[in-house]
């Protein structure tokens, strides 16, 4: 009776990955406009971290108890592949997630003006690398991410402190990984700015696209055997067999 309905999770969904990509992904040419043509410095890369860390702490908190605020389809996905969500919802997830990075990049434009796309909208890019090492650092940044959400959500997990420690995580993975690709590490992030850029006329090199999805989505199934096959024990695997054999019958 208090669990929400499916189209209220796929809301928090679309909600969340917009408050998402609005904050984050709207810091970047927030900072350009900003700094007035100035050349990028660490500290606007801490800041950029900064904006991503703080919302995605906020959306953990107001959508985690709806939706499980998923807000990226690399985790979604890992914690389908792992039989902690059903596979049936999510083609909805996902399409929620990337409809959410939709509305929060045109909101960016909405309040920062044609200029924000103009800078390049946030969107995820490298240049000056080859596709493999782009593909290394959103696989490697994405890991840590999903790594880390399976680990908070664990039943050992000190309760109350994941919106902290997935934020603080993705602050610490966005330093090194920005750098070379941007440090999307969500498909869904990765999509929404580079379809409404390139409807508002700007540049998009969407050679890089499949680079950046398979890296961020095969980084969230890893990452989540991965954890599953650090962190199982024999209680785990009871308790999985108990909830098969007690499924409901049609007798």
Do not use: C
Request: no cysteine; glycine share 12%; proline share 5%.
């Amino acid at each position: 009776m208090d669990e929400n309905r499916f189209w209220q999770r796929l809301v928090a969904e679309g909600l969340g990955t917009a408050f998402l990509v609005f904050v984050g992904v709207g810091s970047v040419p927030a900072l350009a406009m900003v700094g007035g043509g100035a050349k990028f410095t660490g500290a606007d890369l801490g800041f950029i971290s900064l904006a991503f860390a703080t919302i995605v702490i906020g959306t953990v908190y107001v959508f985690g108890y709806i939706s499980g605020n998923h807000i990226n389809p690399a985790v979604t996905l890992g914690l389908a592949v792992t039989g902690k969500f059903p596979w049936r919802e999510v083609p909805g997830y996902i399409v929620a997630q990337v409809a959410g990075a939709i509305v929060g990049s045109f909101a960016i434009v909405a309040v920062l003006g044609q200029k924000a796309s103009t800078l390049g909208l946030g969107v995820a890019s490298y240049s000056g690398i080859p596709w493999w090492q782009a593909f290394t650092a959103e696989f490697v940044g994405t890991f840590i991410l999903v790594f880390t959400v399976f680990g908070v959500i664990h039943r050992k997990a000190a309760p109350g402190f994941a919106g902290i420690v997935i934020g603080l995580v993705v602050f610490a993975a966005i330093i090194p990984v920005a750098p070379a690709t941007g440090a999307s590490i969500n498909p869904a992030r990765t999509t929404g700015p580079m379809l409404v850029q390139q409807l508002l006329g700007g540049q998009v090199h969407w050679e890089q696209w499949p680079v950046y999805i398979a890296a961020e989505l095969l980084a969230g199934v890893v990452a989540a055997f991965a954890f599953t096959l650090v962190s199982r024990t024999a209680a785990d695997r009871t308790s999985l067999t108990e909830a098969l054999t007690e499924q409901p019958t049609n007798a």
